[in-house]
């Protein structure tokens, strides 16, 4: 009975989570420190180039609970007298018996405004979505049957085209971007590859999903410290979730801070940036419904490497004083 209790709260739970994650985005409670992940606008900040790896476990203490991974690596480039921004995504989530992964290039054009930047971006690729037929668990009874043609018979994948938009502006004091993913709103074939019979597919719609974000920079009477609230809303206008964070930097090396997702979870983060670029962020959610009978929470870790890139239209060739 405690079995299936839990396996009645995970089903649930995982409902309503990719519900709110409109299926096929992943959740990331440190959001603030991964912009390039769900807006293509956010890409190239800094004239640095930005290389961020985001490892998350969801529900620990499930079997075949949520996991993903992903890159996001992204760099100015220089068109003319223009400064813009070009990146990559790859991400890779699994859940339950289905994995998905994304590849896509962004893009993002960025010009000067109200004394900061607008940027908008572009990013497109594939997403492939995969289904692990041999774990089906069929019990050994009268009741049911293993050869039962509604069950899939190895294992079965789809591939679509997939695009993203977004616009970002920011200044020194606050930043604020709105995005939309899976623009096209396509369905997936789930099938096997050498499958040719109509039947034999499984068909999933790729939602929409659009995202609306801002942060602000408080300076507080001690110069070293800044309050850094933020936000994340997230739709596929079925759906929604928000996460409500607020960070504590310290000499703009470490931070802490406290994240609330309404229904979900209470989030607590932590971090540090080293001199010569490296980023290490962690964050620990604590469920507040009642998937806390049965999980000691999720972990997420995120690593990134930051680096200065000249990106000058100046040349660099020094005459020598000898010939003034």
Request: glycine share 10%; hydrophobic share 40%.
């Amino acid at each position: 009975m405690i079995r299936l209790r839990r396996f009645f709260i995970f089903i649930v739970g995982l409902l309503i989570w990719t519900g709110a994650q409109a299926q096929f985005d992943a959740q990331w409670s440190q959001y603030m420190q991964l912009p390039g992940l769900y807006n293509p606008g956010a890409i190239g900040l800094n004239s640095d180039l930005n290389v961020h790896l985001g490892f998350r476990q969801q529900w620990l203490g499930f079997e075949n609970a949520p996991g993903t991974f992903s890159v996001n690596a992204s760099m100015p480039l220089r068109t003319g007298k223009t400064l813009n921004g070009l990146g990559l995504v790859l991400t890779n989530e699994s859940i339950g018996l289905f994995s998905t992964q994304l590849f896509q290039i962004q893009y993002a054009y960025k010009k000067k405004l109200l004394d900061g930047e607008l940027s908008a971006g572009l990013q497109g690729g594939i997403l492939q979505q995969n289904f692990n037929s041999g774990g089906i668990y069929i019990p050994n009874s009268e009741y049911h049957n293993p050869n039962d043609q509604a069950i899939p018979s190895g294992d079965i994948e789809g591939i679509i085209p997939d695009f993203s938009l977004g616009v970002w502006f920011s200044r020194p004091e606050f930043y604020a971007g709105l995005s939309a993913s899976h623009l096209l709103g396509s369905k997936i074939k789930l099938s096997r590859k050498e499958s040719t019979e109509e039947d034999k597919e499984v068909l999933f719609k790729v939602s929409q999903s659009y995202y609306l974000t801002g942060g602000y920079n408080i300076n507080l009477s001690n110069p070293l410290y800044v309050l850094q609230p933020s936000i994340l809303a997230k739709t596929d206008f079925v759906a929604w979730s928000a996460d409500l964070s607020c960070l504590l930097k310290y000499n703009k090396e470490y931070w802490g801070g406290l994240s609330w997702r309404p229904g979900e979870a209470i989030v607590a983060m932590v971090g540090v940036m080293f001199d010569f670029g490296l980023v290490v962020g962690y964050a620990y959610d604590v469920p507040i419904s009642q998937l806390i009978k049965f999980t000691s929470g999720s972990h997420e870790l995120f690593i990134a490497y930051r680096k200065k890139i000249d990106t000058s239209l100046i040349s660099k060739k020094q005459k020598s004083i000898r010939i003034l």
